[in-house]
């Protein structure tokens, strides 16, 4: 197989399986089918993080004794299978919380492992544009299963056939994965054995002492923003009589061009002044969007600033995360990155889901708006602390 080929392959695989997480954002209309609320919605979702987080941390040890690629085809069966769960569940009970944990076991290793998997195939030099190229196909993948299922619902099927067809999508990529793991090694860099990649006590401290610490922890703070405002957007659009599907569209096709078109961009002199400005515009987009109402143009305007912001800044956060890491933690910083970002991007949500229904959503947005702020000033204290080095090198 010819390494175009390899590539091909594994970010088409990423694709059909990322639209996993996009259905999580329908999980709010798909309870709402059997009398659940957005506390429930929060509840499971809080679920997921807890079993993502356990298998994130352990990740690295399945991933030793059975392979990268296999793990992530084994994780890819089980989100097959939470997804059609999810589909055909009718009460709140145990089936539903099967179907939780599963999500978070095949989320956090697909999310943790798929990285570390491109490290083995490009090099430093490279690692923004791969990153690049691999967030422009998750985010393809659940920016549009909210879209596929808006467009099901139009033809009378209903979100449930969405879950389901998504879960014959994770069966693909579940193959696909399996079918790569030979050809992957063949054109690994160097040819040499795959380092081990389970996390330890020591290794958490020395992600924790390394400088890579500062991404770990914002990558937290933006999954938090990106949950807060996508996990519960079908709310928000029911309530002020929009159509949740455009600003999913918008946003996903304002991600994907953008981080096409930047996909040799590497940060520039000073990445995380890069990162900061566009995580400004991130907090832009949720100011906006919480005095917007039911202005159907503002809305779109929220959808591509958040899309500029949010999607563009991330892949510069993932290859800042693997530069400023150890060489020889590496695949842990990346898992530990995974970890952090999937405490945000489902535990969140049990905070926001609760605040929906006690609360109300405005509340909830300026929380969000608040975090991407403090998100936004980290990077920008690392960007001004890296001029001051390099005047001083001058």
């Not at 990740?59 to 589909?87: E, K, N, P, Q, W």
């Not at 938090?224 to 659009?237: D, E, H, P, R």
């Not at 929220?302 to 890491?325: E, K």
């Not at 150890?326 to 905070?351: C, H, K, M, R």
Request: aromatic share 12%; net charge positive.
């Amino acid at each position: 197989m010819s390494r175009f080929s390899v590539f091909f392959l594994y970010f088409a695989a990423v694709f059909l399986q990322a639209g996993a997480y996009g259905l999580t954002f329908m999980l709010p209309r798909l309870f709402e089918s059997f009398g659940a609320n957005e506390k429930v919605v929060g509840l499971m979702l809080g679920v997921t993080a807890v079993c993502t987080v356990v298998t994130v941390y352990f990740s690295g040890h399945l991933s030793d004794r059975f392979g990268r690629l296999r793990t992530l085809g084994c994780a890819c069966l089980a989100i097959s299978v939470a997804l059609v769960l999810y589909g055909t569940v009718a009460v709140v009970g145990i089936w539903l919380v099967v179907a939780s944990v599963l999500l978070g076991f095949g989320w956090g290793l697909t999310y943790s492992l798929g990285p570390i998997v491109l490290t083995r195939l490009v090099g430093a030099d490279d690692r923004v544009r791969y990153f690049t190229l691999l967030s422009v196909f998750v985010m393809a993948g659940f920016g549009l299963s909210p879209v596929l299922a808006s467009v099901l619902e139009g033809f009378g099927y209903s979100v449930r056939d969405a879950f389901l067809l998504t879960g014959v999508f994770c069966l693909v990529s579940a193959v696909l994965f399996f079918v790569l793991d030979a050809p992957i090694k063949i054109h690994a860099l160097g040819q040499r054995a795959e380092a081990p990649s389970r996390i330890t006590g020591a290794a958490l401290m020395g992600v924790a002492r390394s400088k890579a610490v500062l991404p770990v922890t914002m990558v937290c703070l933006g999954a938090s923003v990106f949950a807060g405002l996508n996990n519960f957007q079908t709310v928000y659009a029911d309530a002020r009589g929009l159509d949740y599907a455009s600003f999913f569209l918008t946003y996903t096709v304002t991600v994907v061009v953008c981080r096409l078109l930047l996909a040799r961009f590497k940060g520039g002199a000073n990445p995380y002044r890069t990162i900061a400005l566009l995580q400004y515009v991130m907090s832009l987009s949720i100011v906006l969007f919480i005095f917007s109402g039911s202005n159907v143009a503002l809305y779109l305007v929220v959808a591509v600033l958040f899309g500029v912001g949010y999607g563009v800044s991330y892949p510069i956060l993932v290859a800042m995360t693997a530069n400023d890491a150890d060489e020889d933690l590496s695949a842990q910083t990346l898992q530990v990155f995974a970890l952090t970002y999937f405490i945000g991007i489902f535990g969140f949500p049990l905070i926001a889901g609760w605040m929906i229904v006690d609360v109300g959503p405005v509340p909830l947005l300026w929380v969000v708006a608040i975090l991407a702020v403090i998100e936004a000033s980290l990077a920008l204290r690392r960007s001004l602390a890296h001029q001051r080095l390099a005047a001083k090198q001058l």
